[in-house]
């Protein structure tokens, strides 16, 4: 299977909000558990949130409260919607196949190199 593909990120306000999506072509999401990364300029990848093959989700501290990971079968789409952000959340946003039940999800170091999109862009000015 190929890549998802990430969308929806863009320059926004500190406090304002996002809903990033995370697509695929050619084979169906909701087979997978996903996982969403971010990586800010100069810094590690880190884990933020996963939602499991049977839909349970987790958050990272960074996320807790303030954002919400989602399946749309229908659009074969995995959503990250985040509320209230920071400058700290600029960075690039990615998704990725995760382990089925999430499992030590938040380590990039677990996925091949060839698991990782474009990712998208967001910026959040103050």
């Known amino acids: 299977q190929g890549k998802p593909v990430e969308s929806g990120g863009g320059l926004v306000q500190a406090g304002g909000s996002l809903r990033l999506s995370c697509a695929a072509s050619?084979?169906?999401?909701?087979?997978?558990?996903i996982g969403w990364f971010r990586q800010a300029p100069g810094k590690a990848r880190q884990g933020l949130s996963c939602?499991?093959?049977?839909?349970?989700?987790y958050y990272e501290d960074v996320m807790k409260g303030r954002s919400s990971i989602s399946r749309d079968n229908a659009e074969n789409a995995v959503y990250l919607q985040i509320n209230n952000l920071e400058r700290e959340d600029t960075g690039v946003y990615y998704c990725?196949?995760?382990?089925?039940?999430?499992?030590?999800?938040?380590?990039?170091?677990?996925?091949?190199?060839?698991?990782w999109g474009q990712g998208t862009q967001v910026t959040v000015s103050s």
């Open positions: 990725v196949r995760a382990p089925s039940n999430c499992n030590a999800y938040q380590y990039p170091g677990i996925y091949a190199d060839n698991y």
């Open positions: 939602i499991s093959i049977d839909n349970r989700t």
């Open positions: 050619g084979y169906n999401l909701d087979k997978y558990a």
